[in-house]
């Protein structure tokens, strides 16, 4: 281990204050410990945020949600208000990690939580999104878990996250706050694809802190769900996932939201299925024809050709569970 100072403010100006001064905030503590065990990390400051009051979930006046950065994992997972309007939500956190790590990750961690690329994390491979400029291991390297859409010459990692996939599906925003004071980016517009600068992961300014995800109004009725495919059943990253919210009224598909996951080095909204879904009525011909669409412009690697049939089969099959008619 290498030497750090360690404060926990419990106020949120103070916090921000020591952020701003270099601080490297800590939660659940179940990204940073690691990278920081693996030297991947080495922040001279560690601020702990577990004490600030950023908790709670509340349904917003404009028929929303809105939930703390701190509440963790499994309290957001079977919270009455997510379980019943946003069982997408409940999905993918139950689908993530194990309990002991759902009891103690936040849900502003589990956003901003770093790829589980292999090379990332060895630091004696090359790596640009750890050091700028070293090269990319995973390129030339054993890929098979790497992403097949939004990569760059830069980076081919994927965002690990199953959460964050099923908030872009939903639209959400995420509240920041920072010295300079408070805002709100959306979701698909925080998460930064790798393109040039892969080290820089979102649209987080020096200091900056989430305080809360909100999810937007969203016509009713609704459904939802999330479906992951993965190596093995439990604690483990998706080879791919899908979530799907519809709108379905009188017959017809009115709005259709699909994100992906496992395959992008950002969650992955999927245009081109929603596009082939609105304003149709539901079929098992229509799933099959939209989900077609899923891996449209995937750029494989060498060992991960198998994501490109692997989502299109995913997107389907979810499309039949939330859509109905099997
Ligand atoms: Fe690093 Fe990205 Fe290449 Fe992985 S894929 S080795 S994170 S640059």
């Given at each position: ?7 926990r ?13 270099g ?8 990204t ?5 065990r ?19 979930i ?9 939930i703390?950065?701190?509440?963790s994992?499994?309290d ?12 997408v ?5 139950e689908l ?6 759902r009891?103690m ?12 690329c ?5 630091v004696?491979?090359?790596?640009n ?14 890929n ?9 010459e830069?980076?081919v ?16 925003t995420?509240?920041?706050?920072g ?5 709100r980016?959306a979701l ?12 820089r992961?979102h ?13 937007p109004?969203h ?5 939802s ?7 093995r059943?439990?604690y483990?990253?998706?080879l791919?996932s899908a ?7 009188d017959g017809v ?8 996951g ?9 245009h081109?299925?929603?596009r082939e ?7 098992p ?15 494989p690697?060498?060992?991960n ?16 569970t939330v859509?109905g008619?099997r």
């Amino acid at each position: 281990m290498f030497p750090f100072t360690y404060t926990r403010p419990t106020s949120t100006p103070d916090a921000l204050a020591a952020g701003a001064s270099g601080g490297r905030y800590i939660a659940g503590g179940t990204t940073l410990v690691d990278l920081m065990r693996q030297t991947v990390e080495r922040p001279d400051s560690v601020v702990d945020i577990a004490g600030l009051p950023l908790g709670g979930i509340t349904a917003t006046r404009g028929g929303g949600l809105r939930i703390g950065a701190l509440v963790s994992m499994s309290d957001a997972a079977r919270h009455r208000l997510v379980r019943t309007a946003y069982p997408v939500i409940s999905q993918a956190l139950e689908l993530s990690a194990s309990p002991q790590l759902r009891n103690m990750a936040s849900i502003g961690g589990n956003v901003l939580q770093r790829t589980r690329c292999t090379y990332f994390r060895d630091v004696t491979a090359a790596c640009n999104k750890r050091e700028p400029g070293s090269g990319c291991a995973a390129r030339g390297g054993w890929n098979r878990t790497h992403a097949i859409l939004g990569t760059s010459e830069a980076c081919v990692a994927t965002h690990p996250s199953d959460l964050a996939v099923a908030l872009i599906a939903l639209d959400a925003t995420v509240h920041l706050a920072g010295v300079d004071g408070a805002r709100r980016v959306a979701l698909g517009d925080f998460l930064l694809p790798p393109g040039t600068t892969p080290d820089r992961e979102h649209d987080l300014r020096p200091g900056e802190l989430i305080t809360a995800v909100e999810i937007p109004a969203h016509p009713r009725p609704l459904s939802s769900g999330y479906l992951k495919v993965r190596d093995r059943q439990s604690y483990e990253f998706a080879l791919t996932s899908a979530a799907v919210v519809l709108h379905i009224a009188d017959g017809v598909i009115r709005t259709a939201r699909v994100a992906a996951g496992g395959v992008g080095t950002v969650p992955w909204r999927l245009h081109a299925v929603e596009r082939e879904l609105v304003g149709r009525r539901p079929s098992p011909p229509l799933w099959e024809r939209a989900a077609r669409h899923a891996a449209d412009g995937a750029r494989p690697l060498t060992h991960n050709g198998f994501k490109t049939g692997l989502l299109e089969r995913t997107v389907e099959r979810q499309l039949r569970t939330v859509g109905g008619l099997r």
